[in-house]
């Protein structure tokens, strides 16, 4: 019987035996670092900046789905959009902060006034309605009263079409940027034949503006008068103030 022959390994063979091991090897070392640096990617903590007008229930409700999702594989404008779904965020801004934290920034609609409208709601700079905040009656604002019974309901961020609204808005935004002041202590704002009227929350005073066009500059003059006769607010001595005269201040004590 013959003796079985051995047929020698050649080098080649060798080297692509010890290839193959490095291969699996290194899948196997890439996959586990896949697999850690996906666990190490998942969304643990959501930072939120600069908003004021949301209830905590609702923020928890807006973020809570990303928790532990992947921060790599997040579509950031999905995050955006959502927030702004909600009427009082101007703006939105998210961003990524590696390894496992999501930050949002916010920028509020800061409304220009109140106004009764099925319940109390705000206007912005453009006289679109907009709903209270969810923690209620958060700003400093005047409410416009006089307006007409007959002023449609309007859906939260259209404007209202009633040119009484829009002039009084338009009015109020020019002041709070030129007489911050007065226009900080404004309770309530009207008009009628006799022209703009405001009401002092400080001291209740009434103080007569006149019609639209002569307003903004009788407020400047107010504003002198109120920095050379009062401490605060508008006037506390006077029970009315007069402005539509031309070249008088007209004014009655308490």
């Not at 019987?1 to 035996?17: D, E, H, T, Y």
């Not at 034949?193 to 066009?213: C, F, P, Q, W």
């Not at 006037?235 to 201040?249: A, N």
């Amino acid at each position: 019987m013959a003796a079985p022959k051995i047929a020698p390994i050649s080098p080649l063979s060798w080297w692509f035996s010890a290839g193959l091991i490095l291969l699996t090897l290194l899948l196997v070392f890439l996959g586990q670092g896949y697999a850690d640096l996906a666990d190490a990617d998942e969304i643990e903590m959501i930072n939120l900046y600069g908003q004021r007008t949301m209830s905590a229930d609702r923020v928890k409700n807006l973020t809570e789905p990303f928790l532990g999702q992947s921060l790599t594989t997040l579509d950031l404008q999905e995050i955006q959009d959502l927030f702004l779904d909600y009427p009082l965020i101007r703006s939105a801004k998210a961003t990524k902060h590696f390894p496992n934290m999501l930050d949002i920034y916010l920028y509020d609609v800061l409304p220009v006034a109140y106004i009764t409208i099925n319940g109390i709601m705000t206007l912005d700079e453009k006289g679109a309605l907009l709903p209270l905040p969810d923690n209620g009656m958060l700003y400093n604002l005047p409410i416009i009263t006089g307006i007409s019974t007959e002023i449609q309901a309007t859906e939260v961020r259209e404007k209202i079409q009633d040119e009484t609204v829009q002039m009084l808005v338009n009015f109020l935004k020019e002041l709070r940027k030129a007489h911050q002041n007065i226009y900080l202590d404004i309770s309530e704002v009207s008009y009628d034949r006799r022209g703009i009227k405001l009401i002092s929350a400080t001291h209740g005073t009434v103080v007569h503006l006149g019609n639209e066009d002569d307003a903004l500059l009788n407020c400047r003059i107010l504003d002198e008068f109120i920095s050379n006769d009062s401490d605060a607010g508008i006037i506390s001595p006077y029970q009315y103030i007069d402005l539509r005269f031309h070249r008088q201040v007209i004014v009655k004590e308490r």
